[in-house]
């Protein structure tokens, strides 16, 4: 069994997201033995795709000149790292409503037709399957329910892009309505530490 650990905060060792998910990747690992694989795009930023990526996934390797090859050589790395795992967790802390852009990055390199998901005539098909996603995600405030859950991209467009890579199952742990002081921020650390108890206990 193979675990991969996405981390995107780059607060270091002040993030809520990388500690929580580490707690959850423990907690996999203990379960079902294995590596963890640790891909930290908060402290190695990975670079935003850009017009050599969207030129080199378009051309056969042998075209391909020498910074199109790089750009390829990275995005098959992350690739493979995603298709080899048997779970994924991934953090990162709410952005603007959204993931980071650290963790946009990872999704843009390893989202790739013909690797993790393909055209068929009857449309996209994932080839990332057999795998069970996590995302930890860390917000200053409340969006697993009430007023500002409506404001909460980051959710809707994780699933969204894992499901179109093959990856259904995907759980949630918020760390959530830690801006509104120590007490409340502690509250929400001791709940997603139970949330990953709970998860890593569920066969
Ligand atoms: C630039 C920036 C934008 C943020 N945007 C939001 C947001 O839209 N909603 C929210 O609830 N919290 C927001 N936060 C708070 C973070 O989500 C929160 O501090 C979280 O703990 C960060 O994750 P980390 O601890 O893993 O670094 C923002 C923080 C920063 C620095």
């Given at each position: 069994m193979s675990i991969l650990l996405v981390t995107a905060s780059p607060r270091g060792e002040s993030s809520l997201s990388t500690k929580l998910a580490n707690d959850l990747a423990n907690k996999l690992q203990a379960r079902d033995g294995g590596d963890i694989v640790r891909r930290d795009v908060g402290a190695n930023p990975l670079p935003h795709i850009d017009g050599v990526f969207a030129a080199a996934i378009n051309k056969p390797a042998d075209a391909r000149n020498a910074a199109e090859a790089e750009a390829v050589a990275i995005s098959d790395k992350l690739v493979d790292e995603l298709l080899a795992a048997d779970s994924v967790v991934i953090s990162t802390g709410l952005i603007n409503f959204n993931i980071s852009s650290a963790l946009k990055a990872w999704i843009d390199n390893v989202a790739r037709a013909g690797r993790t998901f393909s055209y068929t005539e009857n449309g996209p098909v994932g080839l990332a399957t057999g795998k069970k996603a996590y995302l930890v995600l860390a917000s200053g405030g409340v969006y697993s329910e009430g007023p500002a859950a409506a404001l909460n991209h980051a959710v809707p467009y994780v699933k969204t892009v894992l499901g179109f890579l093959g990856i259904s199952q995907v759980e949630i742990i918020y760390v959530e309505?830690?801006?509104?002081g120590p007490e409340a921020a502690e509250k929400a650390i001791a709940a997603a530490i139970a949330r990953a108890e709970e998860l890593a206990l569920a066969a």
């Open positions: 309505g830690v801006a509104f």
